[in-house]
């Protein structure tokens, strides 16, 4: 018998100056902003690191991974601990700062639209941009970034 999916439980997850719609599986635990650990010399969207669970976590901006500027760290910020998309990956977990709380969606075939965001040259950090209602989002591309945050943590960690 074959399923067919016709919505995805998703979390439209509010950054500055942009939306990420993720899989509801992608995000461990939404947290509490708090200082980092600062890392030197590493890449500029490389914040930090942060201590959760007893493990060492490196804390990125998305936005800056994917050209949208650096995050301030505003009044309601958020640390989004994400999964590993790669199930044999040194690091089960990294996480992203967010500039509240993710909300819960179902995004289905009716829900999404063409963003105009999509006429801008993204780069392979993102995999697609929709719309919902007057809102638009980037849809991460949560391999590609896996890797780029892995190779940095290598290098970077502190």
Wanted: charged share 20%; with cysteine; aromatic share 6%.
């Amino acid at each position: 018998m074959n399923a067919v999916v016709e919505s995805v439980r998703s979390l439209w997850v509010p950054l500055e100056g942009v939306n990420l719609l993720v899989p509801n599986v992608a995000i461990a635990e939404v947290i509490s902003y708090q200082p980092l650990d600062l890392i030197q010399d590493g890449p500029d969207w490389l914040l930090g690191a942060l201590r959760w669970r007893e493990q060492l976590l490196p804390v990125l901006s998305v936005e800056s991974l994917c050209g949208f500027g650096s995050p301030q760290g505003e009044r309601g910020a958020r640390i989004s601990v994400l999964n590993s998309v790669n199930g044999s990956s040194a690091l089960p977990f990294y996480a992203m700062v967010t500039a509240g709380i993710p909300r819960l969606i179902k995004a289905d075939a009716d829900a999404l639209g063409d963003s105009m965001l999509a006429a801008r040259s993204l780069p392979d950090t993102v995999a697609d941009c929709v719309q919902i209602g007057n809102e638009e989002a980037l849809i991460p591309n949560l391999e590609i970034i896996q890797t780029l945050v892995e190779s940095s943590w290598a290098k970077f960690k502190p």
